[in-house]
Nanobody, 126 residues
C-alpha cells in the first residue's frame, strides 16, 4: 500500500515555472508506475505524465517539451518540473500510483491508478 502527499503548488505568472513533489510512503515504491494527473474546474481529470520504475516516461501531447517527470526510487519521490506555464495549466494536480511490474512498465488510463494523493493547486495568471 502507498500513501502519497503532494507539495509545491502555488500561484505563478504565465511563462513561469513550478516544481511539484510527491512523497510516497511504502516499501514497494519501485513496483509502481507513478503519474501526475490534473483536473481543472468543470473538466475531467487528465493524465499529465507517467514515469516507470526504470525511468521510462510518457507525456500527454500538450505537456511535451514543457513538463518533465522524474522519480527518485531511493527516496520514494516523484517530481514534475513545469516550465513555460500557461493559464490553461491551472488545475489541481494529483500524484498517483499504479502497480506495474517491470522497469519499463507504465499505465496511461486513470482507472489503472489505485493510489492517489490529495492534490496540490497550481494557478497560472495571465
Amino acid at each position: 500500500q502507498l500513501q502519497l502527499v503532494e507539495s509545491g503548488g502555488g500561484l505563478v505568472q504565465a511563462g513561469g515555472s513550478l516544481r511539484l513533489s510527491c512523497a510516497a510512503s511504502g516499501r514497494t515504491f519501485s513496483s509502481y508506475a507513478m503519474a501526475w494527473f490534473r483536473q481543472a474546474p468543470g473538466k475531467e481529470r487528465e493524465l499529465v505524465a507517467v514515469v516507470s520504475s526504470g525511468h521510462r516516461t510518457y507525456y500527454a501531447d500538450s505537456m511535451k517539451g514543457r513538463f518533465t517527470i522524474s522519480r527518485d526510487n531511493a527516496n520514494n519521490m516523484v517530481y514534475l518540473q513545469m516550465n513555460g506555464l500557461k493559464p490553461e495549466d491551472t488545475a489541481l494536480y494529483y500524484c498517483a500510483a499504479a502497480y506495474c511490474s517491470g522497469l519499463g512498465c507504465y499505465r496511461t488510463f486513470r482507472s489503472d491508478y489505485t493510489y492517489w494523493g490529495q492534490g496540490t493547486q497550481v494557478t497560472v495568471s495571465s
